[in-house]
């Protein structure tokens, strides 16, 4: 089956830095590539998804780049604000969503 | 719209009983899905229903189960619980195209975090 890795577990920026989360996925099947942020207390939320046939997608102060033969595909958030501090999860899918294990944004003022 | 719905928020359980979680989806939405959130295990696809019928499942043994009924709400089962179950329940809905949940956007609700004791 797919196999999710994310690194890194923590990331700590200050505020107006840029923030990087990067996941490489195993099986060259996944063709749909979303990422959710999950603040404490809730439910996973989508921030931005890409699909096998698009290279990179941007929206606002968040991007994410996909490399096919590399298998891996990574989040770009710019200008961080301290509400963007959260939990993020990257994920592949072909016919299930599998997850990576997430990343611990915090975002210091 | 109101977003996706989840009963009851907390439980507590013991050991060998069994549970029942409701989610009831965003108006409109016929395709629910069920994730499993442990911090060992992070976030695991349980199963998917459309059109009360299951359209996926996950790597998970049979004492879950799940159903869904005709106007898309959606129920799992846990039976004979182990504390290793203890975890937040995560239900999501979606539209339901032709390619399934996994290839459309989802839309999480607040989970249900059980504790079995």
């Known amino acids: 089956g797919e196999n999710v890795e994310q690194h890194p577990s923590t990331l700590s920026v200050q505020e107006g830095d840029s923030a990087v989360i990067k996941c490489t996925y195993s099986d060259s099947a996944s063709n749909y590539f979303p990422w959710y942020k999950q603040e404490l207390g809730k439910g996973p939320q989508l921030i931005i998804d890409i699909r096998s046939n698009v290279g990179e997608k941007k929206d606002q102060r968040i991007a994410v780049t996909l490399n096919k033969t590399a298998k891996h595909f990574s989040l770009h958030i710019t200008e961080t604000q301290p509400e963007d501090s959260a939990v993020y999860f990257c994920?592949?899918?072909?016919?299930?969503?599998?997850f990576g294990g997430g990343t611990r944004l915090m975002v210091k003022p | 719209k109101a977003g996706v719905t989840q009963t009851p928020r907390y439980l507590i359980k013991t050991r060998g009983q069994q549970v029942t979680l409701s989610c009831s989806p965003i108006?409109?939405?016929?395709?629910v899905s069920w994730y499993q959130q442990t911090p060992g295990q992070g976030l695991q696809f349980l199963f998917e229903y459309f059109s009360e019928t299951q359209r996926n499942k996950g790597n998970f043994p049979g004492r879950f189960s799940g159903r869904q009924f005709s106007n898309s709400r959606s129920e799992m089962n846990v039976s004979t619980l182990e504390l290793g179950d203890s975890a937040l329940y995560l239900c999501?809905?979606?539209?339901?195209?032709?390619?399934?949940?996994?290839?459309?956007?989802?839309?999480f609700g607040p989970g249900t975090r059980l504790l079995v004791l």
């Open positions: 999501a809905s979606s539209y339901g195209t032709s390619g399934g949940a996994a290839q459309e956007t989802q839309y």
């Open positions: 108006s409109g939405h016929r395709s």
């Open positions: 994920a592949a899918s072909m016919d299930m969503l599998t």
